[in-house]
Every structure is written in structure tokens, then in C-alpha cells.
């Protein structure tokens, strides 16, 4: 076989002790190796009169600023989503682009593997890696709760969810009000299925559209080596870049509906 | 090799998960040390751009955005105090010109009239001076009228003495002084 399309699960190069250390891993490794890098570059950054590296990334983050506010509306709000907003739009960005690079997919060790001797490649995009996604969305879709508790309170915020407290009302006002509360009640319910909804759905399709690039490409790569996948390759920087904004986008859209005041409703 | 046995391939190495998982889940290469080191690649992504990178930068870009912004406002400020400046100092100069002008027409008001009092002393004074040198002159006219009368008497009785002190005695003569003396 001259070339292996790759798996759904990443593959484990090696293991440290408990830990076992995929070739998505590695690439993600390699990621936060670059943005630690950066970090280091940026960290001493914050004149009043900015050098060239400073104007750089100043310019980078002015234009983010503008998306984010164009959402939240608010530039305190954009201020303390840009964090988690920003690092998931670069980090996925950065590793759907660092996927395209050569080598990632084809450097790779001759393992066992169901008794056969094959390439496992060494490194493989990050976000080719389940558990990848399903972090940051974990991370993110967590971080639109702790946002939300903190901009509304716990109490009300819970409410979202748990609508007791419209029960405890309407049974005060007697009437139709009740049924409508009870259903509202079941709606309450409904979200919080919504909420694991959009983790998986955020997660899976991150995954999806990754995975199915990098098989593209392999299959690509692996009929006509030349010219035939260049397209393909300008299709991914494009999946990579859109992904990373829809990603980004939503997680952004959803902080900013948790940290937004519940209209109670008047019956 | 054709498509079919492409996917057939794609579905059989799936099969090689990383160990520690099971099910579909297993098959998606769900893993919860993965997870788990995958969460933490990830948290120090966000820590890191957080801290070492935003916080500095939009911090930088922030404190830079509020300085133009009161600089603006200050800008506007200043203007506005340099407008009412200029505003106080043309009202200023147009009323301390509107005082001049009124002071220069007061003085020169004063100036006539004291001129003109002047003139009018002056002339009352010289009329006074006038009338009194033609009382003096009257009465020194009088009194030397009266002077050449007396000489001219003196003078008649002296001639009148010489010409008849030959024809008249010592009586006829102190006759004639007193008679003369009389007529005068």
C-alpha cells in the first residue's frame, strides 16, 4: 500500500508513562509551541508608542475588536470575549493551515498495526482529533455559562433553564398563566439539551469538514501527484480559515445571548 | 484502486484507536486522557494569548483609544476656551474703544469750554483794565488841566506883574492879584 487514508481516531506514536501521545497531539503540541512563542515576542508589547511587531499585531486585533463588537454591540463585552473568541479563531486556524503543510500526514514510523507493518503518519492535524474539538467546544460552550452567571447572576441564569421560578409566579396569577408556565417550563428543558446539542454539533462539525479535507487530500494527493491537488489545497486554506470562523463566530453569538438580560415573560 | 475499496480502507484503519476506548465513541477516537490533554494544549492556548498576548496588546490598543479620545475632548475644550478668549478680548477692546472715544470727546468737550472761559475771563479782564486806564487817564487829564491852568494863571499874573508894575502903587496892585485871583 503506498499510502493509508486516515483513520477517524488519531493514532498513538508513543506514550509517556499513562499518557499516550497521538500524532494529532503532537500537532497540537506544535500549535501551542508556536503560540508560546509568540506569547514571548508579545509579552513585553504594550507602549504607548507600539514597534513594528507591536503595530503588527495591534493591527491584527483592532480588526477582531471590530468583528467581535459587531456582535456584542459593546466594547467592554468584546474586550472579555476577544480571549477565548480569539484563541479559538487562531488556534483553529493556525492548525487547519499548519494540516496543509507538507510532511503532516506523510513523515510518519512503520508500527504494528492488527499485525501489519504500516506508515503511521507522525503528525496529523489537530483538529482531525475528536477530542480536540470536543475540548474546545467544551471549553468554549463552558465558558458561554461561567460568562453568562457572571453578567446575570446565578439565580437568573439558572433560570434559563429551570424555570421555577415563572411556575412560582404564574400560580400567583392563577389561569392560563399556569399552563403557559408549565410549557415554558418544558422549553427550559428543551435548552438544556440545545446546550449539549451545540457542543457535539460544534465539535462534529469542526471534525467533519477537517478530517473529510485531510481524506480529500489524501485521496488527491494519492491519484495524480501533481497539479490535480493544488485546487484542493487552496479549498482547504479556505475550509480551514472558514471553519475557524464559524467556529469562533458561534461561540462568540453564544456568549453573547448568556450574558444577555432574560425578558421574563408577561402573561 | 477505485473509491469503494478506498472507503473500505478508511473504515478499516478507523479500527485502529488509540487503546482505552470503546464503542462508537471508541470509534470516533474518543479518549478521555486524550481529552484531557487535548483541554489542557488548549487552556494554555487561551491562558497564554489571554495573558501574554491580548492583555498587553488590546490593553496598549485600549489605553491608546481613551488617550485620543480625552485628548479630542480636551482638544475641543481648549478651542472652545481659546473662542471664548478671543470672544472676552474683542468685547474688551470694543468697549475700552467705545470709553476712549468717549473720554476724547469728553475732553475735548472740556477743553472747549475751559478755552472758552478762558477767552471770556481774558476779555472781561481787559475791559475791566480798559476802563479803569481811561479813569486814570481821565483824572490825570483833569488834574494836569488844572496843573496848566495854574502855570498859565501864574504865568499871566507874572506877564500882567512885568507889564504893569511900572503904572501901579503897591495898593492898586494887591487890588488887581485879588480881583485876578477872583476871576479864575
Known sequence: MIFAIPPLAAETIFRIGPILVTNAYINSTIVLALFIALGLVLRKRSGEIPDKIQNFAESIFEVCLGYVDQVTKDRRKSIKFLPIVGSLFFFILISNWIGIFPGIGSIGRYLPIHGEIELVPLFRPANTDLNMTLAMAILGIGATHIFGILAIGFWKYANKFVKLGDIWRSFRKGGMSIFVAFVEFGVGLIEIFSEVAKVVSLSLRLFGNVFAGEVLLTVMASLIAFIIPLPFIFLEILVGFIQALVFSMLVLVFLSIATMEVQTARH | ?184
Not at chain 2, 479630542?72 to 467705545?98: L, M, N, P, T
Not at chain 2, 499874573?157 to 476871576?183: G, P, Q
Open chain 2, 1 to 184: 484502486m477505485n473509491f469503494p475499496s478506498l472507503v473500505f480502507l478508511a473504515t478499516e484503519v478507523a479500527e485502529h484507536a488509540a487503546p482505552g476506548s470503546a464503542g462508537v465513541l471508541g470509534t470516533l477516537g474518543l479518549n478521555w486522557k486524550l481529552f484531557l490533554a487535548q483541554l489542557v494544549n488548549f487552556g494554555v492556548v487561551i491562558f497564554i494569548l489571554w495573558k501574554w498576548v491580548m492583555k498587553p496588546v488590546v490593553g496598549a490598543l485600549e489605553a491608546r483609544r481613551i488617550r485620543i479620545e480625552e485628548s479630542v475632548k480636551k482638544a475641543g475644550e481648549i478651542e472652545k476656551k481659546f473662542a471664548d478668549i478671543k470672544a472676552y478680548e474683542e468685547g474688551a477692546r470694543h468697549k475700552s474703544r467705545i470709553e476712549a472715544d468717549e473720554l476724547i470727546t469728553r475732553a475735548s468737550l472740556t477743553g472747549e469750554t475751559l478755552k472758552n472761559e478762558a477767552a471770556e475771563r481774558a476779555r472781561a479782564e481787559s475791559a475791566k483794565i480798559l476802563s479803569e486806564a481811561r479813569v486814570t487817564i481821565a483824572s490825570e487829564k483833569e488834574r494836569a488841566l488844572l496843573e496848566i491852568r495854574e502855570e498859565v494863571a501864574g504865568l499871566a499874573v507874572m506877564a500882567a506883574e512885568k507889564i504893569l508894575r511900572a503904572k501901579l502903587d503897591e495898593k492898586k496892585d494887591a487890588e488887581l492879584i485879588k480881583n485876578m485871583m477872583k476871576s479864575l
